[in-house]
């Protein structure tokens, strides 16, 4: 059962480099950051943005 919470914590630790297709802002950002910049659009101008504009970040794990 243990996967099941690893799998939580994983989530949670989720981070996206984001680029905005406006202004080419490139900002680290984790997941509830990425929910915002998608429903509000991008922190520094606004634009509306979409979900191929993050790449998600690979983490090394042991
Ligand atoms: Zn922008």
Redesign the pocket.
């Known amino acids: 059962m243990t996967y099941a919470i690893e799998d939580a914590h994983r989530s949670a630790m989720s981070r996206y480099q984001f680029t905005?297709?406006?202004?080419?802002?490139e900002i680290e950002v984790n997941e509830s950051m990425r929910e915002a910049t998608l429903s509000h659009?991008?922190?520094?101008?606004?634009?509306s943005?979409s979900q191929s504009d993050f790449v998600a970040e690979q983490q090394t794990e042991n």
């Open positions: 905005c297709p406006e202004c080419g802002q659009g991008c922190p520094v101008c606004t634009a943005v």
